[in-house]
């Protein structure tokens, strides 16, 4: 793999069987040769991006102490400002990099879990209509995408979608400014994603990603796509038949902008190997209980709770227990 594959998933929204039929069989070839890949189609509408990207750069542009008003760990569903410095990935130093973290917007107080709960959304007029926008756009693709999967994996095509009803699905807003003196520390340290699928939208080059003989490539900016990638759940759901694709971002010569939308199932969704007729190659897991489990070993907040046992996690497993290593 040096290029990524294309794949249009405007047929996805035809009536035509045959016509998602025929994006599932790209969208599994594709998966099996890279798990990252770039998607066109009609369903991606460039305007909810436009607003997204005008509100981020509002809100970055704010001092300190206005975003820390909003700081993820004030929340009770993991969402909320990120500071550069919070998040750690892939080895000892931090990521140079500052988010705003979005979470499924669930205001019942029957169903609570570490993720699912009332968003923290800043004083700001417009970010949350704009934001949201976003998450909603995006999430319809990946409602049509988690049905193409289904078809890729042998099931039937709605196999997924009483599994979708209150994901922990969380849109990223993320700031990557540029910083000439710290040229030795990554924009992201090199991790796998921990959902299913990813859905990137992003201003500036800086992306890489593993390819099967351990070496990382560019992911150039292409026109007109979005980016997408393979995560854990999707790996163990698939028996191994695609893997979840490690990725970093380099220290970039410019600010970069980066919004994935990261797809889920419901919390209590138990992930295990669907494949008919495959000897399963992985243990069951509980879908949100492993998200929670892998964010609360990167957010400084959320281990300073597990060293004073305010927070206890149950079968987390280490985070680089899926998706292809570096070469050494």
């Not at 790209?26 to 798990?35: D, F, V």
């Not at 007029?125 to 949201?132: L, S």
């Not at 995408?145 to 994901?167: V, W």
């Not at 994603?193 to 080059?205: G, S």
Request: net charge negative; hydrophobic share 40%.
């Amino acid at each position: 793999m040096t290029v990524l594959p294309v794949v249009d998933i405007s047929p996805l929204a035809s009536d035509r069987r045959e016509d998602r039929l025929a994006v599932a069989r790209s969208l599994n070839r594709a998966c099996m040769a890279a798990g990252f890949l770039y998607l066109t189609g009609t369903q991606i509408d460039d305007a909810p991006f436009s607003r997204l990207l005008a509100r981020a750069k509002a809100y970055f542009a704010l001092d300190h102490d206005a975003k820390m008003k909003s700081y993820i760990g004030l929340s009770e569903n993991h969402s909320g400002y990120v500071p550069v410095g919070e998040e750690q990935l892939g080895g000892t130093s931090h990521d140079l990099k500052e988010a705003y973290d979005i979470n499924c917007e669930y205001s019942s107080d029957q169903g609570r879990r570490p993720l699912l709960g009332p968003n923290i959304w800043p004083d700001m007029p417009g970010f949350q209509k704009d934001v949201t926008g976003y998450y909603d756009h995006i999430a319809a693709i990946g409602r049509q995408l988690f049905r193409a999967f289904a078809l890729a994996l042998g099931l039937e095509e709605h196999h997924f979608d009483a599994h979708l009803r209150h994901p922990p699905s969380q849109l990223r807003l993320m700031h990557y400014p540029h910083n000439a003196s710290a040229e030795d520390r990554p924009g992201m340290g090199a991790h796998t994603d921990y959902e299913c699928f990813t859905l990137l939208a992003v201003t500036a080059p800086g992306l890489q990603v593993i390819n099967k003989r351990g070496e990382w490539i560019d992911v150039p900016l292409l026109d007109g796509t979005m980016i997408m990638n393979i995560g854990d759940m999707m790996e163990i759901l698939s028996n191994g038949r695609y893997l979840a694709t490690r990725h970093r971002v380099k220290q970039v010569p410019e600010e970069r902008y980066s919004f994935p939308m990261f797809c889920a199932f419901d919390y209590d969704y138990v992930v295990a190997p669907i494949v008919r007729g495959e000897a399963a190659r992985y243990a069951p897991l509980k879908g949100g209980e492993h998200l929670f489990n892998q964010t609360a070993q990167t957010f400084a907040y959320l281990k300073g709770r597990v060293e004073r046992g305010e927070l206890v996690l149950n079968d987390a497993v280490p985070l680089d227990s899926f998706g292809l290593q570096a070469a050494r």
